[in-house]
């Protein structure tokens, strides 16, 4: 069965400190997805990332930065120099390579205070 | 104009009545979702749809019923509303055959309040 754990429930940082939002998967196939989706206190659920099982590469992009380790199964997300804005709850999700169906983690809630 | 549109945003009913949730996307995407989200369980389905002939139950599907009306549209009906029905109500869609097939794409959310 497919599983994604997301341990941190909320996380309080002051702004422009770095932060680590852990994301740990089960899953026996071999082709999967995994994603990362924010949702700001406003609700919509914004997508980030989305990367395939093929791909370790880490991405980077401005300030947010993607850690995908097979070996571990874990897509950890870090947030460089946090600002207020980043304050939202932010998903991890899995999706197998034949199927259609998404599991989402329970979500991290992160605050960023000034 | 956004791509996925909800109605209606908040809706506070009382056990027992019939509610419908309307989903319509301009995207042109053949695969359409319900998701529910409660506070400390993310996202679950509920329903998901590849096209207008295709309906399939997710996870969570009791007390809940779906119409596809059209390729751009994608309702989710409670038929007896119950409380623990209450909770954040996400349509989604994607695309197999785009760039990103894998991506889905949220509508803004309904917020649903049963009494």
Redesign the interface.
């Known amino acids: 069965a497919q599983k994604?754990t997301q341990a941190q429930?909320e996380i309080s940082v002051v702004e422009k400190e770095d932060v680590t939002l852990d994301c740990v998967y089960e899953t026996r196939d071999t082709t999967y997805?995994l994603?990362w989706?924010k949702q700001p206190p406003s609700?919509?659920?914004v997508?980030l990332i989305?990367r395939n099982s093929f791909d370790e590469q880490n991405e980077i992009s401005g300030r947010y930065s993607w850690n995908f380790q097979k070996s571990t199964s874990s897509f950890n997300f870090t947030i460089t120099a946090s600002q207020v804005v980043d304050s939202a709850v932010y998903?991890c999700?899995l999706?197998d390579g034949g199927g259609?169906?998404?599991i989402?983690?329970?979500?991290t809630r992160l605050f960023v205070k000034a | 104009d956004a791509d996925v549109t909800q109605t209606p945003r908040n809706r506070i009913t009382k056990t027992g009545k019939r509610i419908m949730l309307e989903c319509s996307q301009t995207k042109g995407h053949d695969r359409m979702y319900w998701y529910r989200q409660d506070p400390g369980l993310g996202l679950r389905l509920i329903y998901y749809s590849f096209d207008v002939k295709d309906i399939n139950k997710g996870e969570i599907s009791d007390g809940y019923s779906v119409s596809r009306q059209a390729q751009a549209k994608f309702s989710l009906s409670l038929e007896s509303a119950i409380p623990n029905q209450t909770a954040l109500y996400f349509c989604a869609t994607s695309d197999p055959g785009g760039r990103n097939p894998d991506e889905q794409f949220f509508g803004p959310g309904t917020r649903l309040t049963v009494l």
């Open positions: 994604v429930t997805y994603f989706y609700g919509e659920l997508f989305r998903f999700a999706r259609f169906k998404t989402f983690g329970a979500g």
